[in-house]
C-alpha cells in the first residue's frame, strides 16, 4: 500500500456539498503560477469554465467533474490530487514526467450555484454529447479535440441509494468502462478502461471491501462517457456514493483520491495491460436498495398504516443558505424487509419512536 499523508495534501479550504466556481478560485490561482490553469469556455450564464493542465509527459489524461452541478465531490479530490501533484514526491515527479494532465473541476459552474444536476438550460451535459446544444458541452469538446486525450475520466457523484451487489454494503464508489455500441462488446479501447477499473478497485478494496460497484453498461451515444469511448479514447466512469454516516462525503472524498492516484500512477508507469481484463466483471452491479432512513412497524405512530408495514425516506438534497439540508421524501410505505437503510427505526422500541417524534425532518416526511 502506499503510504503518506493524505491530511497534508487535501485542500481543507473547500469541505461539504455546497462546492462552486468561487469557492475553487482561490485554489486555482494559487496553482496558476506553477501550472497553466485557462479558460476553456463560458457557461450559459457567462461563467468561466477553467482547466488546469500539469505535467510534460507524453501520456495524455483529460478529467472533468461537476458536469452535473450538485455533484461535487470528486471536485473536492481532483483539488487534492492537484495539491498532491504540487508537493515534492517521487511519485508526484514521475506523474508529472511520464503524462500530461488537464483537468476540468467544474464543467457546469451555473448548475453548482443553483445545486442542479443540469445546466441553466435546464438541460442534462451528459445527455448532450452528440448534439451539443449547450455551451459546456461545447467548450469540453474542443478541449477533447485540441487536447487529444489517451484516457479519459469522467467524474460525478451518485445517490445514497445505491448499494453493492445484493449486500447491504452502500457502493461507497462505482465505476464504469462506458460501452461504445448497443451490443456492450469490448473494444481494445474499452478492455483498456475495464483494466484501469481493474486496478483502481484492486486499491479501493484495501479501504472499503465490498463496497465498490460496477454502474449499469447500457448504451447511450448522448452521454459523454460512450460518446468518447466511440471515439477511441479508453474512458472511465467514477460515482462518488455514500459512505457509512458521512453525508458531507468527506470520506468518500478521499476513496476517490485513492482510486485517482492508482490510476495516474498505472498509467504513469505504463503498467495498464498488467491488470486482467476479465476481472472487471468480478466486481458486483450496483443495485437500488438503500434508503436513507427506514421505520419499521409505521403503524404504531400512524394508524391509518397497515400493521407491520415499513416506512422508506430518501433525502432530498436541498440548498438552503448556502448549504445542503437533507430533507426526508416518503418513498415507499409496505413490506420492505428486502431493503436496506443507513438509519434504521423500529416503533416497537419506544426510544426509536421518541426519536421519531421529536424529528421534525422525518415527521414532515411521513405526512
Ligand atoms: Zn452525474
Excluded at 460497484?213 to 466512469?237: A, V, W
Aim: hydrophobic share 40%.
Amino acid at each position: 500500500m502506499f503510504e503518506f499523508n493524505y491530511e497534508a495534501v487535501k485542500w481543507t479550504d473547500i469541505a461539504g456539498r455546497y462546492i462552486t466556481a468561487t469557492d475553487i478560485d482561490p485554489f486555482l490561482d494559487l496553482v496558476a503560477p506553477e501550472f497553466d490553469v485557462h479558460k476553456v469556455g463560458e457557461s450559459v450564464q457567462g461563467r468561466a469554465i477553467k482547466c488546469i493542465t500539469l505535467g510534460t509527459g507524453p501520456i495524455r489524461i483529460m478529467m472533468w467533474s461537476q458536469m452535473h452541478g450538485n455533484e461535487s465531490t470528486t471536485t473536492k479530490s481532483v483539488l487534492d490530487l492537484v495539491n498532491f501533484l504540487r508537493k515534492e514526491s517521487d511519485l508526484a515527479k514521475l506523474m508529472l514526467n511520464n503524462c500530461t494532465i488537464a483537468i476540468v473541476p467544474i464543467l457546469n459552474p451555473d448548475g453548482a450555484v443553483a445545486y442542479t444536476r443540469v445546466n441553466a438550460n435546464g438541460v442534462d451535459l451528459n445527455r448532450d454529447a452528440q448534439d451539443r446544444t449547450q455551451p459546456e458541452s461545447i467548450a469540453l469538446r474542443e478541449l477533447y479535440d485540441h487536447f487529444k486525450p489517451d484516457f479519459c475520466f469522467n467524474l460525478h457523484d451518485q445517490r445514497t441509494l445505491f448499494n453493492v451487489g445484493d449486500t447491504d454494503k452502500p457502493a461507497t464508489v462505482s465505476f464504469l468502462a462506458p460501452a461504445h455500441d448497443p451490443e456492450r462488446s469490448i473494444s481494445g479501447t474499452r478492455a483498456l478502461s475495464m483494466q484501469l477499473i481493474v486496478a483502481m478497485n484492486g486499491e479501493l478494496q484495501k479501504y472499503i471491501p465490498g463496497q465498490v460497484g460496477r454502474y449499469d453498461d447500457s448504451f447511450n451515444s448522448n452521454c459523454i462517457g460512450d460518446t468518447i469511448q466511440m471515439l477511441h479514447t479508453p474512458t472511465i466512469l467514477f460515482e462518488a456514493g455514500h459512505f457509512q454516516g458521512d453525508y458531507e462525503r468527506e470520506q468518500t472524498r478521499y476513496y476517490i483520491f485513492m482510486a485517482l492516484l492508482k490510476g495516474v500512477e498505472v498509467i504513469a508507469k505504463k503498467e495498464v495491460g498488467l491488470f486482467i481484463q476479465e476481472r472487471y466483471f468480478d466486481i458486483p452491479e450496483n443495485n437500488k436498495l438503500f434508503y436513507d432512513v427506514l421505520i419499521k412497524n409505521i403503524h404504531l405512530l400512524d394508524s391509518s398504516r397497515i400493521s407491520g408495514d415499513s416506512a422508506g425516506i430518501l433525502f432530498v438534497e436541498t440548498l438552503v443558505d448556502n448549504k445542503i439540508d437533507f430533507v426526508g421524501k416518503l418513498e415507499q410505505v409496505g413490506n420492505l424487509d428486502h431493503k436496506f437503510a443507513h438509519k434504521t427505526y423500529n416503533c416497537l422500541d419506544a426510544k426509536d419512536l421518541e426519536i421519531i417524534k421529536n424529528n421534525p425532518n422525518l415527521l414532515n416526511a411521513l405526512k
